[in-house]
Every structure is written in C-alpha cells, then in structure tokens.
C-alpha cells in the first residue's frame, strides 16, 4: 500500500511542479510549437531531478516510467494550454490540473502494467 | 580485467544499497521466486553488495563474484548471515577461470545491462554451465513499446555514466550466446524480466 500511495503522489507531485515550471516560462501568445518544446524540456528536466531522488524510495522503473510521461507529454500539454491561455487561470488550477494528469497517467501505467505482467514464453521443464 | 567498469562500479558502491532500497523490497517477492530454482553447484554474476543473499533458498553453496572490490566489501557481511555458505571472489564475467562445465546453475540479478560485452560474457557463462545447465536472470531491458523505449534510448547516455544501460536486448543476447530461452516472464511493462534459459 505504501509503494502505492507513493506512486500517485510522486505522479501528482511531478504533474503539478511541470505545470508549474511551463506556467513560469510560457507566457500567452508564445508560438505554440516553441511552447511545446520549451514544455518538454521543463517536463524532463522536472522528471529527471525528481525521478532521481523519489527512485531510492519507489523504486527505479516504477518512478522513471511514470514520471517520464508525466514530464514529457505533460510539458507539451501544459505548454500548449498556457501559449494559447486556454484554462487553469490561477497557479493554484494550473498546479491542481497538473496533478490530476499526474495521477491519470500513474493509473493509465499500472493498467498497463498488469495487462502486460505475467510469461510471454514458457517453454515448461 | 576490465579496470574502467571497476572503478564504476566502486564508486557505484558507495550509494548502491540507498539506490536500491525500494527496488528491494517491491521486486524482492519475484527473486525468491526465481532463486528457489537454484539447484547443484551455482554461480551468481555481479553479486554487488549482496542485496539478493536474502533471496537465496537456504542450504546452498554459491560462489558469487563481481568485477568490484568495493561491492564486494560490502557483500561480505551478507554473506556471512545467509543460511548456507557464500563464496566471494573479485571476477570479470567474461575472463571466468573455472573449468568447461563447473556449474549447474547461473544466476544474474540487472547485471547484463552492466556488462560492457554481453554477447561475450554470456558465453562464458554457457561455457562454465554444464550440460542442461540452466542460467536464472533477473534483468531491465530495453521496452518494445513505443514512448517508453525511445525514452531508455535517450536515457541510456547518462546512466551509462553512473551505471547501467537502459537500452539492452538481453533476451537477444542470451540467445545470441547460444542458449535456449525456458521462460521469459514480464515483472514490470515488458522492461523488468525473469528470463531463464538452458545450454541447449
């Protein structure tokens, strides 16, 4: 239970602190393709830093992966969304919108995660 | 002896066991369940600092080696609370000096995502393993899905500094040593496996 209760906060944690590091950077009428780079950069930046010091607690992959994702594509999303001020007005909505995709993410791996779990070869004895 | 990767992998010493603490624990369950096929003369490669003793079935007799000094250092006060005995010796897997056909069984735990020849080095342990012999991994590979192999890919440069490679085929390379795949099992997306195999 542990490991996952740390799973979706470290999600959520590094979801909202990507939103919050492109909401930083990206101001509204920025070109969108540059938004989205610059998004993804911060995303894996974030996710790299965290990744690095939540692994010895989590556990390697199940840190990485999750956190990879979150950092990337949710670096681009939130970039995009800020370019175009589209939504999440205050830091507070961006942050709580940034964990909620966090979160969704953690969920979407785990699912995953047991679909692909379990032998792909087994020969017997 | 390749003296690049051991100075790695005594600096890696250092903090492998803070690194590994929750893998530990969350992957542990899946080791037992591989090691309690441990059976006759057994050999496990890059030992470490001796995490996986714990993992061992009692009452064995296993010679564990590692190319660093420093891990082994390290593993020793392990050693000496596993119910059976532990060997230690300062070894690199591709220049093993036992004999053709010493072991009956080969265990690895994340070790082929380290070694700099792969193909090379399980060769070695094909050599070492008698006939029938069976080689026990528990191994990260490279994913086959999409955005999570392209990201291994990109991370590999940098750890590769610190450590591991992120990158590896190792069920291709066991293959390419010439081993014959029993089981290969997915324990985390298709990147953390149990992968056993015999000398055909």
Redesign the interface.
């Known amino acids: 239970m542990y490991?996952v209760i740390g799973d979706y906060v470290a999600g959520m944690l590094i979801g909202a602190l990507t939103a919050l590091g492109v909401r930083a950077v990206v101001w509204p009428g920025m070109d969108m393709v540059i938004a989205m780079l610059l998004g993804m950069v911060i995303g894996m930046g974030i996710h790299l830093v965290l990744g690095l010091l939540l692994?010895?607690?989590?556990?390697?992959?199940?840190t990485?992966?999750p956190a990879?994702?979150i950092g990337?594509y949710g670096g681009m999303l939130f970039g995009m969304r800020d370019s175009m001020a589209a939504g999440s007005r205050t830091l507070a909505a961006a942050a709580a919108v940034g964990a909620l995709f966090g979160a969704l993410v953690v969920l979407s791996?785990k699912v995953?995660?047991r679909a692909?779990?379990?032998?792909?070869?087994?020969?017997?004895? | 002896m390749d003296t690049e990767t051991q100075r790695k992998w005594d600096t890696a010493s250092r903090t492998f066991d803070w690194f590994t603490f929750a893998d530990d624990h969350r992957l542990g369950p899946h080791k037992r369940r591989l090691f309690s096929k441990i059976r006759g003369a057994t050999l496990m490669v890059a030992a470490g600092t001796g995490n996986d003793f714990k993992f061992f079935p009692p009452g064995q007799h296993i010679v564990a080696i590692d190319i660093s000094p420093q891990m082994l250092e390290r593993a020793a006060q392990k050693a000496a609370t596993y119910q059976g005995t532990i060997e230690l010796q300062v070894m690199d897997v591709c220049e093993l000096p036992f004999p053709d056909a010493s072991f009956d069984t080969v265990v690895t735990v994340c070790t082929f995502c380290s070694v700099p020849k792969p193909v090379a080095g399980l060769r070695e342990l094909y050599r070492v393993l008698r006939p029938s012999g069976q080689l026990l991994m528990f191994e990260h590979v490279r994913s086959k899905i999409g955005p999570f192999g392209i990201f291994l890919d990109l991370m590999t440069p940098l750890s590769r500094r610190l450590g591991p490679e992120l990158n590896r085929d190792t069920v291709g390379n066991v293959q390419k040593a010439g081993f014959q795949i029993r089981r290969e099992e997915n324990v985390y997306l298709d990147i953390v496996k149990i992968i056993e195999a015999v000398k055909g």
């Open positions: 490991f692994s010895p607690l989590l556990g390697m992959f199940e990485m992966m990879s994702m990337m791996i995953y995660d692909l779990r379990g032998p792909v070869i087994d020969a017997g004895d």
